[in-house]
């Protein structure tokens, strides 16, 4: 009897057990944080690139946005990358020039120099490449002061003397910089028709464009390299100088990340145009016999044009446009004797 | 030694903007400038969160590294100052700064931006403490009177913390155990979905 009793006991205690399992109601599932706002700071920190754009009473430029991820990326990459490679680059460029003519010398003109000249360049042309030239060093010499200025003119000259000469270069770089545009432009105004690619600029680049070896090479008024050489200067300068004025007048409301980029197309821009155009003042000054005179007088000697620029020179003999070493003379306002005229032809 | 630094509480801020205020009566600061704003993200919606942000004077500071003439300098105490008799107004600390901290008065032809200006933690600048010329290029100097800045002084909550961070980090611990998992915060007590429901 007592068993019997027991057991249903236990029958009536499991059923018990039993009901108050049905009633009671399923676990609530899990609770994801307890950390308020954690997914709001996740975004905020911006990790995966998104910028939070919040408001502020406080109204300027970029006043709402609370963190810019990408000031310091730019800041870390100007620090790394131009600053710590351009006096290196530049210096390579030089270095290399330097061995070229070490070894290959000046390119001469085989037969000499006659006396005969011809006009290449107009007065107009001359002093635009003039002041296109000297305009562009300028503001590479003044750019160069205030990208490794830090590193490098400082420990010469202290902080408050180095702090001058940046401000005097900051102020005339952005005075200079539209005046290199309008030059810009007016060179691509004078120069764009004479520099299109032709037939017989291939054939130029294919052949080395007659720096290796001693072979002759066909060439227009210009020839494949100098084509390339204007059309550089005019697609990364326009680059430039359009980053240039995107930097210069940040009144438009341009936020950082519009400067930043800029900042960084106008550096390696400047960086390129500056590393060539060492090339460009070797090969007008001691690369090649009678190259110079074309920027000094605006006239070349007629056998220089045969030897570079033979195309052109049938157009010359055609139009009858080769003067005399007199003529010349004349033109320059003194005599034959007192003349700036080179004439080694051995053949007179 | 201390290391100085600002911490905002975004749970307490009301986005009062009384610290602005302070910051710009305190410092006499020209007009356009501002070297302290309030942030509000999501105005308006669940989860707006207001955060007061001036200068938060890095270890490792961007705007420092990128300087093209080096006019900044950290104090002993972790207070990122810089010499405005060096700078040139290049704007670069601005465009490196992630909080948006440094400032310009003017906004002239050719980006003639002036002089910097910035949060100085209410500690001046390279001039002589406390001296007419460092007010003037630099606002009051707090910290060599053993005060600290007034922002978060003036903070009418208490949201914005100024001080040595292990004081900091100790203050806003405190408040985190204290508040534990707020009852009243949607996503800790109710299942939005089943609240429409």
Redesign the interface.
């Known amino acids: 009897m007592r068993i019997q009793t027991l057991l249903l006991l236990l029958c009536l205690a499991l059923l018990q057990f039993q009901a108050y399992a049905a009633d009671r109601p399923p676990p609530a599932p899990g609770m994801v944080s307890t950390v308020p706002g954690a997914d709001l700071w996740r975004e905020v920190r911006q990790r995966d690139g998104m910028i939070i754009d919040g408001i502020s009473q406080v109204k300027g430029v970029d006043t709402g946005v609370l963190i810019n991820a990408q000031g310091d990326k730019w800041a870390r990459f100007r620090i790394n990358n131009p600053v710590k490679h351009a006096p290196t680059v530049i210096i390579a460029v030089v270095l290399v020039l330097l061995l070229f003519y070490v070894i290959r010398g000046k390119v001469g003109i085989e037969g000499g120099l006659s006396g005969r000249m011809v006009l290449r360049f107009t007065d107009f042309e001359r002093i635009l490449h003039w002041t296109l030239a000297i305009v562009f060093l300028f503001l590479a010499i003044t750019g160069l002061v205030l990208l490794v200025g830090r590193p490098l003119l400082i420990p010469l000259f202290g902080k408050s003397a180095f702090s001058m000469l940046a401000s005097a270069s900051k102020e005339s770089h952005n005075l200079f910089g539209p005046i290199f545009l309008v030059s810009l432009l007016m060179m691509l105004y004078s120069f764009a028709r004479r520099n299109i690619y032709e037939k017989g600029d291939l054939t130029w680049l294919l052949k080395g464009g007659g720096f290796i070896g001693k072979g002759h090479v066909s060439g227009g008024f210009f020839n494949m390299g100098e084509k390339s050489w204007y059309w550089l200067v005019i697609l990364v300068g326009l680059v430039i100088s359009i980053s240039g004025l995107i930097l210069v007048s940040p009144n438009f409301g341009q936020g950082r990340v519009i400067m930043g980029i800029s900042h960084v197309v106008h550096v390696l821009g400047a960086i390129i145009l500056m590393a060539v155009s060492i090339g460009h003042m070797y090969m007008g000054s001691i690369g090649t016999e009678g190259s110079s005179e074309a920027m000094k007088s605006g006239y070349v000697d007629i056998n220089w044009v045969e030897a570079h620029h033979d195309r052109w020179a049938k157009e010359c003999h055609q139009k009858d446009q080769v003067i005399s070493a007199e003529e010349f003379a004349r033109l320059q306002g003194t005599s034959l004797d007192r003349a700036n005229v080179e004439a080694t032809e051995q053949a007179k | 030694m201390a290391r100085m630094k600002f911490y905002c509480d975004?749970?307490r801020c009301i986005?009062c903007?009384a610290c602005?205020t302070a910051c710009k009566n305190e410092n006499d600061i020209p007009w356009?400038v501002?070297r302290r704003?309030?942030?509000?993200?999501?105005?308006g919606e669940q989860?707006e969160?207001s955060?007061s942000?001036a200068c938060m004077h890095c270890s490792d500071a961007?705007?420092a590294?990128?300087?093209?003439?080096?006019?900044f300098y950290t104090t002993g105490d972790g207070i990122v100052l810089h010499?405005k008799?060096?700078?040139?107004?290049?704007?670069?600390c601005?465009?490196?700064?992630?909080?948006?901290a440094p400032q310009f008065p003017e906004?002239a032809a050719?980006?003639?931006?002036g002089k910097m200006d910035k949060c100085t933690f209410c500690a001046g600048g390279p001039e002589v403490d406390n001296s007419s010329d460092e007010f003037k290029k630099y606002g009051r100097n707090r910290i060599a009177e053993g005060k600290l800045p007034l922002c978060a002084e003036m903070c009418s909550t208490k949201a914005l913390l100024a001080g040595d961070s292990d004081v900091l980090s100790d203050i806003y611990r405190k408040r985190v155990i204290n508040r534990?998992?707020?009852a009243f915060?949607w996503?800790?007590s109710f299942?939005k979905a089943k609240l429409s429901g």
């Open positions: 975004a749970e986005e903007n602005v356009g501002n704003r309030v942030v509000t993200i999501k105005d989860g969160r955060l942000v961007p705007c590294a990128v300087c093209p003439v080096d006019c010499d008799d060096i700078c040139i107004g290049c704007g670069y601005f465009y490196a700064c992630p909080f948006g906004e050719f980006a003639s931006r534990g998992a707020s915060d996503g800790v299942d």
